[in-house]
């Protein structure tokens, strides 16, 4: 499955501006807000990672699935890569989950290709 998402990075501005750290914490962790290093582009960037990851699981964010359940790291050469938390790789049954991302100046998009057992 496949799923895209598109985020404007002034909406991740004014989330920013508006709640700082606590904003950010509800939809990253620790390690996320270190890669992302206050950079609204990046933040965006990884919003829009989640949502695409969640369309592709064919939930979205909500009840069957929360922000937080997905954590995006970087390789030695920066490309982004996706770990599920153990209970949404069991519920939904993920072999491999891949995505890009990218920004351009007001927006960021994600794509994610997730394949099932």
């Not at 404007?8 to 939809?27: Q, W």
């Not at 807000?33 to 939930?59: N, T």
């Not at 970087?74 to 938390?85: D, E, I, T």
């Amino acid at each position: 499955m496949i799923g895209v998402d598109i985020v404007s990075i002034e909406r991740i501005e004014a989330l920013i501006k508006r709640f700082g750290d606590r904003g950010l914490a509800r939809f990253l962790n620790e390690s996320e807000i270190a890669l992302c290093g206050g950079r609204a582009q990046s933040i965006a960037g990884f919003w829009a990672a989640k949502e695409a990851i969640a369309k592709a699981l064919g939930c979205g964010i909500g009840s069957q699935l929360s922000f937080r359940e997905i954590t995006i790291e970087k390789n030695k050469f920066g490309a982004p890569s996706v770990n599920l938390s153990r209970r949404a790789m069991g519920v939904f049954r993920v072999e491999r989950v891949a995505i890009s991302i990218t920004h351009e100046k007001t927006f960021a998009i994600a794509a994610a290709f997730v394949k099932f057992h």
